[in-house]
């Protein structure tokens, strides 16, 4: 079988979007118009200047792509792919080209590094939001984290950086730089998609920007820092996973392993004396001891290095940090079209390891509601309903950010329990609930405590500990709501239930691994949004294809279509496939991370299936299985990378994929070696100068124009 393989050259057949004639005037002053003429202008570059309505995709009608470990993008034979925003691409005019050999600087005007969720937001030929245009937008996303190893961004620095403690401030300056989110506008000519190093919308969001606290948490004493005496505000965004769009225009945001980057003084604790954070520290990953991800508390005296220790080292949590970490851990919301608009941390949406919040289809009078994944093993997953009704003029509102406001700062918080029969229901995490008020398991006194210590309550009220919740996705078609969970190695046949059913053993390079090695993917169909009660499936059990179908392949899935550790979920507004992507290490020996293209049926639509360990037996319930024309493999990424984050033009015809961290698997003493690197993406396929991998955005076009998918 033949595929279109990754490359960096221009055809004349990828897109066929149209242009009204202000656009297409201004392209072509800039040179950007190639033999319009010739051509016959815009008609000859396809149909009407906006977007008209897709019909959904029927039948997948792409011929499948094989598995494979080749240190490229491969997708399917009639796609084309190319970079087209990539770590280090500048954000203005005056930032030089990106040399990619480690002295680069100005990282608050370059893409920061591991590229994650991204959301597209259009615009009109005059630069005016548009959700109909689908020739030139922005593109926002989050840049998750660094590759790394013993402490030091080896990619980013000319020699891999230090790695024992105390580290250089250059080296940390630099790394502070590359965490956050960018907005970044990008157009097309009618043959190529490119980003606009120039634009004055191009945006950059990282560490050490100001941001506002909203919600209930917002003047809370567990966020008072040396920073904000009053705890109203915090300073970054860190380790950004999923995002969102919200139904009023904005981008949202996840924080997720954002613990990692703290440290505590070994006898913390003891300083703390009776201090009740002690648990809610140890329960959210940061136990006294335990050391910083990067080291960025060793930088120096000054603030922007002292915040990362989280330790009570003065006289009040006015003179220190202690509280630090606790302003990180929420849902951001950001206006991509404002650049002068403060972000907010949307605080009433709880403190979790957040993936991405998806939000249900929003109704005239009903209140907004979003779905939440909690990214840890045994973790959560959660929805919040706002306590404001849906008003349909707030769907293009004056101010973006105010109808946050309205929507996202007051509602109630629920922790999804998962029963044996294949229902559930939604437990409250307030004060309005006496398991909550009355808790001995920890003591929440405040609407803000239980939007700090969210774990803690869901814990209280005995929610359902997931296989690792990771990214929500709502089916346009039926509003059933879509649960990665990617994968738990901590996973026993003791402790399987109903909705984490598998626990086995797969072999990998003659090693073995256990647990749900493989993950699976849950969906839950409510009569209302804003029920306290769902039903629920598993539609996806996620498995190598020559494993056990009695006991592990319950989907029944083929080399077509098998897949490992599905983490990004995304269904196509335009077209109603639901995207698939993988962050796998268990499946790697075999193939790369991959992006496969599903049409879901609806909950209910397979059979119960009952799952035998000793004496032990569990009933879990799995969808239909997949057939070929409903489940198969799109894309494969090069090598080390995680494929995450997906958006798409209006009209379905282009979608942006996120290529994460490949070649993560390099060792710091290689960095000066290039011929050692886990892989040179996307430097071989002809991006840029260097030869260090980056994490970039991939523009995929039908060759024929046609729309994606089908």
Known sequence: MTHAHFN?????????????????????????????????????????????????????????????????VTVPAGYTARVIYALGDPLSASTPAFKNDGTDADFGNRAGDHHDGIEWFGLDAAGKPSDRFASRGLLAMNHEATTDEKLSSFFLHANGGTSTLPRPAAEIDKELMIHGISVVEVQTDGKAWANQPAS?????????????????????????????????????????????????????????????????????????????QVQALNRYGRKAGAPSRHGWESGGTSD????????????????????????????????????????????????????????????????????????????????????AKWDPADAQPANRLAAGDKYLDQGTLYAARFKGDGTGEWLELSMDNPIIAGSSYFEFKSAADVAI????????????????????????????????????????????????????????????????????????????????AFNWDIYLFAAEADADRASVNLSQLTDDNDLSSPDGLVFSKATGVCWIQTDDGAYTDKTNCMLLAALPGQRGDG?????????????????????????????????????????????????FVNIQHAGENTKMADVGDP?????????????????????ATIVITKNDGGVIGS
């Open 304 to 387: 922007t290095y002292a915040r990362w220790n989280n330790s009570a080292v003065g006289a009040s949590a006015k003179d220190d940090f202690r509280n630090e970490m606790n302003t990180f851990g929420y849902i951001v919301e950001l206006d991509p079209y404002d650049k002068r608009a403060a972000l907010r941390k949307r605080t009433a949406l709880g403190r979790l390891g957040h993936e991405n919040a998806t939000f249900a289809r929003v109704s005239a009078g009903q209140p907004v509601v979003a779905y939440m994944g909690d990214d840890a093993r045994g973790e959560y997953i959660y929805k919040f309903v706002s306590s």
């Open 200 to 276: 004055a919308f191009n945006r950059r969001v990282t560490t050490m920007t100001p941001v506002a606290v909203h919600g209930p948490a917002r003047g809370s004493e567990h966020l008072v820092t040396k920073y904000s005496p009053d705890g109203t505000q915090a300073r970054g965004t860190l380790n950004n996973c999923g995002t969102g769009r919200t139904p009023w225009g904005t981008f949202i945001s996840g924080e997720e392993n954002w613990f990692g980057y703290f440290t505590r003084d070994a006898k913390d604790d003891d300083a703390r004396k009776k201090d009740k």
């Open 607 to 655: 059979a119960s299936k009952t799952l035998a360990y000793g004496n032990q037996q569990v009933t879990t319930y799995v969808g239909k299985a997949p057939t070929p024309a409903t489940l198969k493999r799109f894309l494969v990424g090069p090598k080390g990378a995680e494929i995450t984050g997906i958006t798409e033009t209006p009209d379905g015809r282009a979608i």
């Open 8 to 72: 960096d050259e221009d055809s004349n057949t990828s897109h066929n979007p149209a242009f009204d004639n202000v656009l297409q005037a201004r392209l072509s002053r800039r040179g950007l118009l190639r033999g319009t003429a010739a051509l016959g202008g815009a008609a000859a570059l396809g149909g009407c200047a906006t977007s008209s309505p897709v019909a959904p995709v029927q039948a997948l009608g792409f011929t499948p792509v094989a598995k494979t470990t080749a240190d490229r």
């Open 453 to 532: 210590f969210t774990r803690l309550a869901a814990d209280a009220v005995g929610a359902t500990k997931m296989d690792r919740p990771e990214w929500g996705g709502v089916n346009p078609k039926n509003g059933e709501v879509y649960i990665t969970l990617t994968n738990n190695s901590n996973r026993t046949p003791a402790s399987v239930d109903a909705a984490n059913p598998r626990a086995y053993t797969d072999m990998k390079a003659g090693k073995e691994q256990k647990g749900n090695v493989n993950g699976h993917i849950v969906r839950l169909a409510e009569k209302n949004p804003a029920d306290a």
């Open 675 to 695: 011929a050692k690197f886990e892989s040179q993406w996307p430097a071989n396929a002809g991006y840029g100068a260097g030869q260090r991998p980056r994490s």
